[in-house]
């Protein structure tokens, strides 16, 4: 399984955008990356997926690097309702196992 | 659509009983799966279910626990006897059967059942 880096935590004020990166430097070629995130007192819940190219959705926004090493999850305008731990997963080709890792907490001010 | 529902989101029990937990997927997701989070520690994989069939138990921490899923529909995860280390939250999660290598198997998680032992 490819391992994670990640910031243990991260500060952003609120309506500011947030860069999260993470580093997964053995990953392997068509293992693709998840991001999910868990809210204080919920499960964990997906916020986007990437293989190779840049992802939007209505959540986010993805940046894979070329040699996709490492990825980083961009939230154009945080809000108090991003705070969270957010976890970065590759997941290995051929399973649909995840594995999470240490995450991100995110702690949006006011 | 009715997400993944967990039953019961709490239960304290003593050292030495039983517990069962349930997980009811979301209609039509073949895959299943449980984590557990135990106190200041990551979220854990346990086991991966595809319909009634286990497809990954690597994560099991020992005989004490039981997993089952009759006929691919609901699963339980039971704990006997239970120990003070089986404390922690215990997620469930399901997804479609998308292709493998696609990326598009996206799970959904459900609010969780904490288990605490004393």
């Known amino acids: 399984d490819a391992k994670t880096t990640q910031p243990n935590s991260m500060e952003s004020n609120e309506e500011e955008p947030v860069h999260l990166p993470c580093n997964h430097s053995?990953?392997?070629?068509?293992?693709?990356i998840h991001w999910y995130r868990q809210l204080p007192s919920q499960g964990p819940e997906y916020v986007i997926h990437?293989?190779?190219s840049n992802v939007n959705n209505r959540m986010a926004s993805l940046a894979i690097a070329e040699d996709r090493k490492s990825s980083t999850l961009i939230l154009h305008r945080a809000t108090l309702r991003d705070a969270a731990v957010y976890y970065c997963?590759?997941?290995?080709?051929?399973?649909?196992?995840?594995?999470f890792g240490t995450g991100t907490r995110l702690k949006v001010l006011a | 659509e009715a997400g993944v529902t967990q039953f019961p989101s709490h239960s304290v029990i003593e050292k030495g009983q039983t517990v069962t937990l349930r997980c009811d997927p979301i209609s039509g997701h073949d895959n299943l799966y449980w984590y557990r989070r135990v106190m200041g520690k990551e979220i854990k994989f346990l086991l991966h279910f595809v319909k009634e069939s286990k497809q990954d138990e690597s994560g099991m921490p020992n005989n004490r626990f039981l997993a089952e899923r009759t006929g691919g529909t609901y699963s339980t995860l039971k704990v006997q006897p239970a120990e003070l280390e089986d404390s922690g939250v215990y997620f469930c999660?399901?997804?479609?059967?998308?292709?493998?290598?696609?990326?598009?198997?996206?799970?959904?998680f459900g609010a969780g059942s904490r288990l605490t032992v004393l």
């Open positions: 053995t990953i392997s070629g068509t293992d693709y």
């Open positions: 999660a399901s997804s479609q059967n998308a292709p493998l290598n696609s990326g598009a198997n996206v799970l959904t």
């Open positions: 990437g293989l190779t």
């Open positions: 997963i590759p997941v290995l080709s051929g399973t649909y196992k995840y594995i």
